[in-house]
Structures are given as structure tokens and as C-alpha cells.
């Protein structure tokens, strides 16, 4: 099983690790920094050994990492892992962007049903199973998130169970929540946000959330 490093310091861009296993262009590594698709979240773009990184799949517990043809790597290689931080840190910024408002919408709306979720560079969006237009709350879902980021919170993320790989992330007096993305440190670091609605289809609304 990947120790993951991303979990312990995602503000870290490079780390040396070992080649575990290679099966043609899928291996697996012992240390990893490199953050694989789950929870809506995007995978991280970068390097091993000096390979683009074409794809990372979750496995259990494992990380399966894709690499071109001609790679040239084998099991007890030792490597240089690279990601790129420009990506990683929007990704993350747009992460809690995305949490906050979630959080605040359960808060402010009781029962509603998430049904969807995807956080990509540009923006992250979130979707209900909700007939009424969720626009309304833009106003209230923005005071109350701007009142999080301006106070500068701590974030502190930390596993809930560990041999399963459940973590979660909290600020304290707002909420717990469970979740395995890459988070700040602290809620300043989000940024401005900004908020745009799209219908989706009957009974269904779309959050799209943009930071600046």
C-alpha cells in the first residue's frame, strides 16, 4: 500500500520515492504526493522520474499510475516525483471553496440532497435534487462564507479512522466533515467567491463556484 504523503503535506511539490511495482505502463510507487481522482476532486498532473503522469486510479488502498510507452522504469527504481503546483494549489483552493458552500447549504436549506460534485482548475460545482431556484441564497451563502475566509481559520485535517483511510477536515464552531481531498491550512487562502447557478434539468440545481 502507497504511503500518502499528500495526506501528511499537500503543499508539497517533490518527493523521492521508489518504483514498486510496474505492470507495461501502470506501476505503483511506495511514497506518493500525487493525488488520484475521488471524491469529485481531480487527479494532479506531473511527473515520475521524468514521465508525464497520464493517469492515476485508485485501487483500495493503492494508487495506479499510468506512464507512456518507452517509460524505461522498474520495480526498486529510485525516483523523483513532481507535481504541478499551480494546478494542485487551485484544485485545493477550489476544494474547500466547494466545502464551505456544501456545508452551508445543509445548514441554511435542512434536508437537501447533493447528487453531484466535480472539482476542476477552472471552477468546482456542486449539484441538488432541488425544484426551487438556489439562487435566492447566493446572497446569505456568500456572507456567511466570506465571514469563514476573512477570519482565517484554522483547517485541520486528520484521519477519523485510519485503517480504513477515512479522514476528515474541521474548523471549529462551523463543522466536521468526512472527506480524503487535499485541504489548505487555513480558510484565507480560499480567496473571493463567487457563485453562478445553472438548471440542469427538472428538480435539479447546479452550483458553480469560481474563486479569485
Given amino acids: 500500500m ?16 521508489t518504483v514498486v511495482s510496474v505492470n507495461g505502463n501502470e506501476i505503483t510507487v511506495e511514497d506518493t504526493i500525487f493525488y488520484a481522482f ?7 498532473a506531473g511527473t515520475i522520474g521524468g514521465c508525464s503522469v497520464l493517469q492515476a486510479v485508485k485501487q483500495g488502498k493503492e494508487i495506479i499510475y499510468t506512464l507512456p510507452e518507452g517509460h524505461g522504469l522498474a520495480a526498486g527504481d529510485k525516483v523523483l516525483m513532481c507535481i504541478d503546483w499551480d494546478r494542485r494549489y487551485r484544485l485545493m483552493r477550489l476544494h474547500f471553496a466547494a466545502e464551505l458552500i456544501l456545508e ?24 441538488f435534487a432541488l425544484s426551487d ?23 485541520i485535517s486528520s484521519f477519523s479512522e485510519e485503517e480504513t483511510e477515512r ?17 489548505l491550512k487555513r480558510t484565507g487562502e480560499v480567496g473571493s467567491i463567487s457563485l453562478k ?9 447546479r452550483i458553480e463556484i469560481y474563486v479569485s
Fill in 2 to 17: 502507497v504511503r500518502k504523503v499528500f495526506w501528511e503535506d499537500p503543499y508539497l511539490t517533490e518527493l523521492d520515492t
Fill in 197 to 205: 447557478r445553472k438548471n440542469i434539468g427538472k428538480g435539479k440545481e
Fill in 104 to 127: 452551508l447549504v445543509y445548514q441554511h436549506l435542512g434536508d437537501v440532497q447533493k447528487i453531484g460534485a466535480h472539482i476542476a482548475q477552472d471552477k468546482s460545482r456542486i449539484d
Fill in 38 to 44: 475521488s471524491g469529485g476532486q481531480e487527479s494532479d
Fill in 167 to 183: 479522514r476528515t477536515w474541521e474548523i471549529h464552531g462551523f463543522s466536521k466533515v468526512p472527506c480524503g481531498g487535499t485541504h
Fill in 133 to 155: 431556484n438556489i439562487a435566492a441564497h447566493f446572497p446569505l451563502l456568500q456572507e456567511r462564507a466570506h465571514a469563514l475566509i476573512t477570519a482565517n481559520h484554522d483547517i
